[in-house]
């Protein structure tokens, strides 16, 4: 089985418009679980994150910031990786 941190750009435009931050955390530092929520907590991560009130631990990152600092926002679908 073959591990990847990072997932092509199709998939990460077929979450839609915002992913939750755990997921983005992982894909662009290639991070586990705990400093995942510690990274979303300290506030000085390269993307915009948004908390999302009235939920414990609940973040969610737009999709076009992941696009962005993945380098993908501009590649054509069939060839970004």
Do not use: C, H, N
């Not at 990072?6 to 679980?33: F, H, K, N």
């Amino acid at each position: 089985m073959i591990s990847r941190t990072a997932p092509t750009r199709e998939e990460i435009i077929a979450r839609g418009v915002r992913i939750d931050g755990l997921t983005a955390v992982r894909w662009i530092y290639g991070v586990g679980r705990t400093k995942g929520y510690e990274l979303l907590r300290s506030g000085s991560l390269d993307f915009k994150v948004i908390r999302v009130p009235g939920r414990r631990e609940s973040y969610v990152v737009p999709t076009s910031e992941v696009l962005r600092v993945l380098g993908l926002q501009d590649a054509p679908a069939e060839t970004a990786r």
